[in-house]
């Protein structure tokens, strides 16, 4: 059923285009991600919720 559909499209190659830059833009985001070099970066954004840089006074909203 796929096939037949696809046998009357005719931009296949838009589509594979298409699908191997997403997969290509997908893989270099999870490399980005997962590298080593961005460690420390990691380590100072995940105790950032936890860090007060300036006690708040009563009735101060922080947005």
Do not use: C
Not at 17 to 26: A, D, E, S, Y
Not at 43 to 54: C, I, M, N, S, T
């Amino acid at each position: 059923m796929i096939q037949r559909s696809l046998s009357h499209y005719p931009l296949t190659g838009l589509s594979v285009f298409g699908t191997l830059l997403f997969l290509t833009v997908f893989a270099a985001a999870l490399y980005w991600a997962f590298r080593q070099q961005n460690a420390s970066l990691y380590a100072r954004v995940e105790a950032l919720p936890l860090k007060d840089l300036e006690p708040m006074r009563d009735g101060e909203h922080s947005i």
